[in-house]
Nanobody, 119 residues
Framework: QVQLVESGGGLVQAGGSLRLSCAASGTFFRVNTMRWYRQAPGKQRELVATITSGGSTNYADSVKGRFTISRDNAKNTVYLQMPSLKPEDTAVYYC?????????????WGQGTLVTVSS
């Protein structure tokens, strides 16, 4: 059983910053690509940022140049640094990972962490 546990969400004023963390735990061999998604009220879930096991990154246009995704492979943890937050960044942020468990990769989701940016 593999779990992703997120932390770091909260309430912040516009222009402030937050750092989200997501740690994989349980029984598995390795963690491959990790991603952050977000879902704002009344909207579809959207992909925010991606990082491969080798460290290659990709970002949604809405956060490119502002947010930074990184990972610590030794800790099986992915981070999302979010400076200069805007009210439109308000959403529940979800961590997603491809995890090698047994003989196949499985997709695992975290429970979500709420980020609220006030104007």
């Amino acid at each position: 059983q593999v779990q992703l546990v997120e932390s770091g969400g909260g309430l912040v004023q516009a222009g402030g910053s937050l750092r989200l963390s997501c740690a994989a735990s349980g029984t598995f061999f390795r963690v491959n690509t990790m991603r952050w998604y977000r879902q704002a009220p009344g909207k579809q879930r959207e992909l925010v940022a991606t990082i491969t096991s080798g460290g290659s990154t990709n970002y949604a246009d809405s956060v490119k140049g502002r947010f930074t995704i990184s990972r610590d492979n030794a800790k099986n943890t992915v981070y999302l640094q979010m400076p200069s937050l805007k009210p439109e960044d308000t959403a529940v942020y979800y961590c997603n990972a491809q995890v090698l468990s047994g003989i196949a990769y499985v997709e695992v989701w975290g429970q979500g962490t709420l980020v609220t940016v006030s104007s």
